[in-house]
């Protein structure tokens, strides 16, 4: 998963007035971004998994389990990445999230129908 340069790895401040802007409702947008935040820890916990399942060995004793250093790399890699919600605050931010609301979704089928 890519990840932007300018996503901050630490706490931020925010105004919350910029939340609104999108949908008009600050509580709204949280849970958009929630979502969101969701989507992004599992796609990247997939992309952990796939990665390090390559090193997985069958074995139950623990003397023969060995350190990898390449495994090492990469768990290091991904603890570095920034937070999925900090991800999830800056693509929603910069108008990168699309999302629909159950009244949106209600009528999509009405639409249909009368094409």
Do not use: C, W
């Not at 969101?36 to 997985?56: C, D, M, P």
């Not at 931010?93 to 089928?109: D, I, N, S, Y």
């Amino acid at each position: 998963m890519k990840t932007p340069n300018n996503v901050p790895a630490s706490i931020v401040t925010r105004n919350m007035s910029d939340f609104t802007h999108e949908t008009g409702n600050v509580y709204e947008s949280i849970a958009i971004i929630s979502k969101r935040a969701n989507q992004i820890s599992v796609k990247l916990k997939e992309e952990l998994n796939g990665k390090l399942a390559e090193f997985a060995t069958t074995v139950d004793n623990l003397e023969e389990v060995f350190e990898n250093r390449e495994q090492i790399e990469i768990s290091k890699h991904y603890e570095r990445l920034p937070k999925p919600t900090n991800l999830a605050v800056e693509e929603f931010l910069e108008g990168k999230v699309h999302f629909r609301t159950p009244a949106e979704e209600e009528q999509l089928p009405e639409t249909r129908k009368a094409e």
